[in-house]
């Protein structure tokens, strides 16, 4: 039972969040995406909870909290889409 949780201080740790939401029932996995240029987390994660029923308490009572000076968006994780495979190139035509 996957959440996203966006709107994240860039000081929130993946500590934090395993306390926060732990609160509701048991954490099985927290990921902090971190941007690949900087090693500075990107502002949202993904938690995981042993439940559904611990995803909908944990859900009902974080949405909208404020934590370290930000309002927290959560929602049950959606699967990620298909970005498509890269573009075409844009090759320059011959006039």
Do not use: C, W
Not at 52 to 59: F, G, L, N, P, Q
Request: net charge negative; proline share 3%; glycine share 16%.
């Amino acid at each position: 039972m996957k959440m996203y949780v966006g709107n994240l201080s860039f000081d929130t740790t993946k500590e934090d969040l395993e306390t926060l939401f732990s609160d509701h029932g048991t954490v099985t996995d927290v990921h902090v995406p971190q941007d690949r240029e900087t090693g500075r987390p990107r502002g949202f994660a993904f938690v995981t909870m042993d439940s559904k029923s611990a995803m909908e308490a944990a859900i009902e009572a974080i949405d909208g909290q404020d934590v370290d000076g930000r309002t927290l968006k959560v929602n049950e994780a959606r699967p990620r889409e298909d970005r498509g495979g890269g573009g075409g190139g844009g090759g320059r035509g011959r006039y």
